[in-house]
């Protein structure tokens, strides 16, 4: 029986196509060994020359001596990061979480992929925050993210909605906040919106963020507090990410309604009466948001009704609930579109009433104002036979007479209400 070094090398030569007589010049079987072993002195005295020898003897005989095989058993990984894309700083958090509880050694985003996938049910959870194209590319690279979505969560702006790629899901997903303000004019921002976009696996998470508002610190907190939840894998996160975002939509909805209320309030007090300009300006606040929230609905119904390999089915019951929220503040949200349209015509048609009241009263004195003008334009033809012109009581009676007329004409206007 051939010895180790010797097999290893009389297998590697068969896989070469190499025989016995190209490696020591003849074709017995002792021979081969004999001849084999005055190769390696050669070789030894070569090596001994050039670099020393001993060493390199030993690393090839070793290598040698494993079995080689020309066909891959495991599929090709992407390169990985450099240590400048790393430091990049658009890395919020990197940490990896196995039956619930996070790994200690997982917060290394250049091993934490590797970490996921030597642990079965293990997964990477990356958060990062407005990243560039290059930066995202590279770690797309390790997960394997398709690259149509990675071009949409660089550049942004996108409507809500889930794309299937493969083993990976895709989520958009709109986040949304209220802007404290004083008094509401007619620029006042009232709701500012961002994004997350959330990208699934097997093994993976990694949800981007735009926009200053909408962290996860506090989401990552709060799962990590539910290690039972957690259990759950990747789904368990996008399940986390979808109820804080709605969650988010209640809140801004509760504060909303409480300006629509006051502005409700007001159209019929005519000293606090909001301006059109001011309603216009909450109602287009309240209709960007509505674009926010509604075509989400699609999105969470198909996580909550249709089964998905990504998506635990524990964890699609969850889902549920969510879009039961989710329902809610879709319907409140045209509720108060509603309420603000109708508060925004009313306010029109106070205005128009008072344009109108105006203009009445403007037109009463206006006739009142006509009766003087009138007798003085009369008297004022200097024609020379108009007896009361030279009559001792002339001049008094034309005033009674104007002011009679004018206090009629008063009276009158003010029981009707133009006055």
Request: hydrophobic share 40%; glycine share 10%.
């Amino acid at each position: 029986m051939d010895s180790g070094p010797d097999r290893g090398r009389s297998e590697l030569a068969e896989e070469n196509g190499v025989n016995g007589h190209d490696q020591d010049g003849s074709g017995t079987g002792g021979h081969h060994g004999h001849g084999h072993g005055h190769d390696s002195n050669g070789l030894d005295d070569g090596l001994d020359l050039e670099h020393g020898g001993g060493l390199l003897r030993d690393l090839l005989a070793g290598a040698l001596a494993r079995p080689v095989s020309l066909v891959r058993t495991r599929p090709k990984r992407p390169p990985t990061p450099t240590a400048e894309q790393v430091r990049s700083g658009q890395v919020v958090a990197c940490h990896v979480y196995a039956d619930g509880q996070r790994v200690p050694e997982g917060s290394n985003m250049l091993t934490a992929a590797h970490i996921a996938r030597r642990h079965h049910g293990a997964f990477a959870w990356l958060g990062l925050f407005e990243p560039t194209d290059s930066e995202l590319e590279s770690i797309a690279g390790i997960y394997g993210l398709p690259a149509l979505a990675v071009e949409d969560a660089v550049v942004a702006h996108q409507r809500p909605k889930i794309e299937r790629y493969g083993s990976t899901l895709f989520v958009v997903l709109k986040t949304a906040r209220y802007v404290e303000h004083g008094e509401l004019t007619a620029d006042t921002e009232v709701v500012v919106t961002g994004e997350v976009m959330v990208f699934i696996g097997s093994d993976f998470v990694v949800t981007v963020r735009h926009g200053a508002h909408g962290g996860l610190q506090q989401l990552r907190g709060q799962l990590e507090g539910r290690p039972e939840m957690l259990r759950h894998g990747p789904s368990a996160v996008l399940h986390g990410v979808c109820d804080r975002v709605v969650d988010d939509y209640l809140a801004v909805v509760d504060r909303i309604e409480a300006d629509v209320d006051a502005a409700e309030a007001s159209v019929f007090e005519h000293s606090a009466r909001p301006s059109v300009e001011k309603l216009y300006q909450l109602k287009r606040e309240i209709l960007e948001f509505k674009h926010a929230v509604s075509p989400l609905t699609a999105p969470l119904r198909s996580l909550s009704d249709t089964p998905l390999p990504m998506i635990d089915p524990h964890v699609r019951d969850h889902f549920r609930d969510v879009f039961d929220h989710l329902v809610q503040a879709t319907q409140r949200i045209t509720h108060l579109d509603e309420l603000l349209s109708s508060i925004l015509q009313a306010t029109l048609t106070q205005v128009t009433i008072a344009q109108n009241e105006d203009m009445r009263k403007i037109s009463a004195w206006v006739a009142i104002g006509a009766v003087p003008t009138a007798v003085a334009g009369i008297y004022g033809m200097n024609f020379e036979h108009m007896p009361e012109l030279r009559q001792v009581w002339g001049y008094p009676a034309v005033l009674v007479t104007i002011a009679t007329a004018c206090l009629f004409l008063y009276r009158a206007f003010r029981r009707n209400g133009w006055l």
